[in-house]
Nanobody, 115 residues
Framework: VQLQASGGGLVQPGGSLRLSCAASGNIFSINIMGWYRQAPGKQRELVATITGGGSTNYADSVKGRFTISRDNAKTSVYLQMNSLKSEDTAVYYC??????????WGQGTQVTVSS
């Protein structure tokens, strides 16, 4: 399973970004897709997840600001990030779990929120 993440960048506080992550390879049994993030000097944090049935879960720190979604083919996952804050600055990693294995990780994309 290979994951390709994109969409990070530099944005001002209050701005928006949309992260994308496309899965390829042996992806016939994708179960959960989601995003983690890790800021310098901090522990990795689970940001959001979405199941095959469309159920979502969010970290308290992003509830109401971030929205996770996946495409109809269920091979890509997205993270719409609104009202960004400086504390959202981190490297964001997408991941997927299959029914029988995983998680598998993408390469990470940098999100920097700064004026």
């Amino acid at each position: 399973v290979q994951l390709q993440a994109s969409g990070g960048g530099l944005v001002q506080p209050g701005g928006s970004l949309r992260l994308s992550c496309a899965a390829s390879g042996n992806i016939f049994s994708i179960n959960i897709m989601g995003w983690y993030r890790q800021a310098p000097g901090k522990q990795r944090e689970l940001v959001a997840t979405i199941t095959g049935g469309g159920s979502t879960n969010y970290a308290d720190s992003v509830k109401g600001r971030f929205t996770i979604s996946r495409d109809n083919a269920k091979t890509s996952v997205y993270l719409q990030m609104n009202s960004l804050k400086s504390e959202d600055t981190a490297v964001y990693y997408c991941f997927v779990t299959l029914v029988t294995s995983g998680p598998y990780w993408g390469q990470g994309t940098q999100v920097t929120v700064s004026s």
